[in-house]
């Protein structure tokens, strides 16, 4: 709804409207969840777009563009100029390093010890259940690659030229009272800019689907 024009169709709808259907559809897939068999739904969409490689995956990219994309550093001092203190430094490794390590390492093991799903060890889920599990995970899971991808292409210039203007956040006019005075000039849009969308980058895209 935030990253919508507010006069298009779908962004002229009123928050509570939209609440509504998301509600609505998930009541409607819910409810298979609470039949006889529901237990066998439940515990595929657990598996496969809940838990395990599906959570790895969005928490490594979040990282990464965190420290390395939009940076640790700068991160730190949105973060100190929210809570009144600077973080330990201890949190920026964690950013950089040990969380992206960490779940690397596991998602890898996660998929070199792939067994096919089961339930209580007697039940085993048939192939076109397991592809309705997998189509569950890589909904999620291709958003962040696809939506780099159609970024890329939509822009002008180089690659380089094209992941350089991706990867630089713009904060718009309504953030000025976060940011220091030596900041604004190098972080604000001009003034005579019209653009409605104030930060649009690839670092954004990654932390809105991967949950932000």
């Known amino acids: ?4 024009p507010p006069k298009s169709a779908i962004g002229s709808l009123r928050r509570e409207v939209v609440a509504a259907i998301c509600c609505m559809i998930c009541f409607l897939i819910d409810m298979s969840m609470v039949t006889e068999g529901g237990m066998y739904v439940f515990q595929l969409f657990d598996y496969y777009s809940a838990s395990g490689i599906t959570l790895l995956w969005q928490a490594f990219w979040e990282c990464v563009v965190i420290a390395w994309v939009y940076g640790a550093d700068r991160f730190m001092d949105d973060v100190a100029r929210m809570i009144g203190y600077q973080p330990l430094p201890y949190m920026k490794w964690c950013w950089s390093y040990i969380t992206p390590f960490v779940c690397v390492g596991v998602f890898l093991f ?13 039940y085993t889920y048939p192939i076109w259940g397991e592809a309705v599990g997998w189509a569950l995970a890589l909904s999620s899971m291709l958003c962040i ?58 670092c954004e895209s990654v932390l809105f689907f991967g949950g932000g």
């Open 145 to 202: 690659p696809l939506t780099v991808l159609y970024k890329l292409l939509r822009c002008k210039g180089s690659l380089r030229e094209r992941w350089q203007h991706l990867t630089t956040p713009v904060w718009g006019r309504h953030h000025l009272e976060y940011l220091a005075p030596e900041s604004e000039a190098k972080l604000l849009p001009a003034a005579e800019t019209k653009s409605t969308l104030l930060f649009e980058s690839v």
């Open 110 to 122: 996660h998929v070199v010890n792939y067994k096919p799903l089961t339930y209580n060890t007697v």
């Open 1 to 4: 709804m935030d990253m919508l």
